[in-house]
């Protein structure tokens, strides 16, 4: 607490103030970037094999993704965890329920529309 | 100025934290332009819910497993996940004032951006030869307006990414141009996030069922 300038904010996507070397930062872009390959390349190869369950499979592909989106957000947007990233974490985090709200929002009314609606061809032929 | 009036009324305030002004410009700049980028994931979301509610509205067309072709997919996922590497270079060497590595990233960045757009544009163009197009099915249309929409978001971070060179180039790294950098930065990687979802949900998914 006593040198206030620690405690201030981050920039999105910038790096702590006293951010390390060249080498460690380019070190932090390159395992952003290995991970971001097994993850894809674990993803492509989970949707192509026989390998696996196959009702597992959207689920694995679903969980994949979202985790290399969070290796993204740490490794090249620098989202951090850190206090100096408060109110980074909070808009995303209040952007990620919007999200949410939305495709599942989305999903269940129209899925449910779906379910209770009477086939086409029966309701043209009520309308005749 | 009232919080300047703030200040002299509590020096050292009851927080226990010395008043340390306004953030700076660049973390105010930052966090505003964080905010667009998540208001524009919020538009993708949308795109994507219709493509999920459509996703069965074929009208006897083609399916996605009956056009996908996923090596292309791979291709393009791999350009652009070296773009944002690159692009993460480029952020480096701004910050280490080098203009010849600053040029030489961005411009690796923009070659694979362009790679990705080429790919994109054939798949798109062959779906249309193949009568696939926009107007085939509502499935099909939601797939043109939410890949489309990546594509434009790719070709407008491009056209910045080419007058961030410039800017560099004849201005060099004054403040406001580091404020652009650090924005086109933020942009070109939630780009590449949303095209982790893209090709999770569109291409693969799609594929595998």
């Not at chain 1, 109110?87 to 999200?99: E, M, P, Q, T």
């Not at chain 2, 690159?86 to 040029?103: K, N, P």
Request: a negative charge.
């Amino acid at each position: 607490m006593s040198n206030a300038h620690n405690e201030a904010d981050v920039a999105p996507g910038d790096e702590q103030l006293d951010h390390g070397s060249v080498a460690q930062r380019i070190t932090g872009y390159l395992t952003g970037l290995g991970l971001a390959i097994l993850l894809t390349a674990t993803s492509f190869f989970v949707a192509g094999t026989n390998l696996v369950w196959e009702p597992s499979i959207p689920v694995a592909l679903v969980v994949l993704a979202i985790a290399q989106m969070g290796a993204h957000l740490v490794f090249f947007l620098h989202i951090t965890t850190g206090p100096d990233n408060t109110n980074n974490v909070l808009a995303l985090a209040f952007g990620v329920l919007i999200v949410i709200l939305l495709m599942g929002g989305s999903l269940w009314i129209m899925a449910n529309l779906n379910h209770n609606m009477m086939p086409m061809d029966q309701l043209m032929q009520m309308q005749r | 100025m009232s919080t300047i009036a703030l200040t002299d009324a509590h020096p050292g305030s009851a927080a226990g934290r010395d008043w340390i002004g306004p953030a700076p410009k660049r973390i105010v700049t930052g966090y505003g332009f964080w905010i667009f980028i998540l208001s524009d994931i919020i538009m993708f979301a949308t795109l994507f819910a219709t493509y999920a509610v459509l996703l069965g509205q074929t009208a006897g067309g083609p399916t996605g497993r009956d056009l996908f072709d996923l090596r292309n997919v791979a291709i393009e996922t791999a350009f652009l996940l070296a773009s944002s590497f690159t692009c993460g270079l480029a952020s480096i060497a701004a910050d280490e004032r080098s203009a010849i590595w600053f040029q030489i990233a961005m411009a690796v960045t923009c070659a694979f951006g362009l790679g990705f757009l080429a790919i994109e544009g054939n798949e798109f163009a062959s779906l249309v030869a193949r009568g696939a197009g926009p107007t085939r099915s509502a499935f099909l249309s939601a797939f043109f307006t939410l890949v489309g929409c990546h594509g434009l978001h790719v070709s407008a971070g491009i056209l910045w990414l080419l007058t961030m060179m410039a800017q560099v180039f004849t201005k060099g790294f004054r403040p406001d141009i580091l404020r652009r950098i650090l924005c086109f930065a933020l942009f070109w990687h939630a780009l590449d996030i949303i095209w982790i979802a893209v090709f999770t949900i569109v291409y693969l998914l799609g594929s595998a069922k």
